[in-house]
């Protein structure tokens, strides 16, 4: 296996350690733990994580404006219920605490049995679970995607404008009903503590319906030109949506080229105009990977002026362009 | 099964995951995302390095909080808060009437904290049925063991990531269910001997 890598014991707390190097409004707690530097003195904190190898989620987003705390877990593997503790302790300053579980059974069992350790030393701690992957019929079921990164926004936006946890949840939970991602890849990534790829795909497949965790599409198909591929995808996403005027991310897996998610973004927006839908805000950029997987993932949510607002607040965070 | 014949047992299960990584990581890039092999070595590397002398139930503790705060992922919470809700039922020399009661408490937990049933294709598969065959066979042979693992092949999976691939996930034993082969194979022979 060839990667940028001394061991693959120390793949998380090493790529850590440089997180810390890079940005001087981070700190570092037991381990795994990023927190901000200047802690937030009101407001209800937020705090968010899963497995790492989805850079610059979740860490590159602690910043004001967005996250107080992000627990980084071992590549694609949830972390422990006591480091969720101990960014929920870090970042309660009185006001209350969020957590943003995105939808798999690690991540929430690990949370939420830290939510209830949290409550049972006197912290208040509300948490929401995103489930944005149209790929997976079974609402219930459903992953957490790139939709996530908005989610973190939008919640750092209200938590701003000094709103109590509950109405912070409420807003949330109203805002994910109209949130949609749907993933795609033509190349897998290789997982730096397996030294395995994801899966295997032949030169002319593609799969459609990606996680990202670097685990097999829903379907797997011959590939196609961007065009054709945008489509396959956005009728997958049209049949849960029939909003005109959209918010649209365009994200890529951690291993596009620019160059490509430019491409990609040109045909989504053709098609998007094809069917008179009007685009408020295009978020295009690396906000959600599965480390080099070769992909991008589609991401609408119906348009909402608190959203849209949100969307333009100011964030120190370097990754949320 | 003392405590010291217990703890040898569970310090046993690190050489265990080191062998089967790859066995472990195979199956779960199939209907997973690869990390079951080193999450469950990580997990019981860290159970061979800080879980030191006790009795039973202190030692079941130990690994339980030790697993919970190792492995991550879904079997983290469900393997370490499954021995941690185990030591609550141990004796302090463990014999084959009380694995049973172990095992039966062991599958409770799985099912309530994972929210499964049998035949869901995951680690309750066997887990479940363990209690059962020991009573039934005297034993825990790791062939018995295995077979309850093979049951969960041809199964479709309800559960966990393996249920994003549906009916594409049979064919495949479900990772879970051969990671508990290991550690209820590794009870078993604590008492057997």
Known sequence: MKKLMNDRESFLTDMIDGLKLRDEAIDIIEETVVVRRDKKQSGVALVSGGGSGHEPAHAGYVAEGMLDAAVCGEVFTSPTPDKVLAAIKAADNGDGVLLIIKNYSGDVMNFEMAQEMAQAEGHQVSSVVVRDDVAIDNEEQRRGVAGTVIVHKYAGYLSDQNLPLDEIVEKVEGMMESLYSIGMAIAPCLVPTTGEYGFDLDEDEMEIGVGIHGEKGIYREKSETVDKIVDRMLEELFKHTDSSRLIVMVNGMGGTPESELSIATKYVMENLASRNIAVSKLLVGDYMTALDMQGFSLTVLDEDQDVLDSLEAKTRSKYFK | ?193
């Open chain 2, 1 to 193: 099964m003392n405590g010291d014949k217990l703890l040898e047992q569970m310090h046993g299960l690190k050489s265990v995951f080191d062998d089967k990584e790859s066995e472990l990581t195979g199956l779960d890039r199939e209907i997973g995302d690869g990390d079951h092999g080193v999450n469950m070595k990580r997990g019981f590397s860290a159970v061979n390095e800080k879980v030191s002398a006790g009795s039973a139930p202190e030692v079941l503790k130990q690994t339980g909080m030790t697993l919970m705060s190792s492995i991550g992922g879904a079997s983290g919470p469900l393997y370490g808060f499954s021995f941690v809700k185990m030591s609550e039922v141990a004796k302090e020399e463990i014999d084959k009437e009380n694995l049973m009661e172990i095992l039966d408490v062991f599958a409770d937990t799985v099912a309530s904290k994972g929210k499964v049933e049998g035949g869901e294709k995951t680690m309750y598969d066997v887990i479940s049925k363990s209690a059962g065959l020991l009573r039934e066979s005297g034993a825990l042979k790791l062939d018995d063991l295995q077979s309850l693992a093979e049951e969960t092949e041809d199964m479709v999976a309800t559960k966990g990531r393996a249920a994003y691939f549906k009916e594409q996930s049979k064919g495949t034993i479900d990772p879970g269910a051969q990671s508990a082969v290991y550690i209820i194979h590794a009870l078993g022979e604590g008492v057997g001997k």
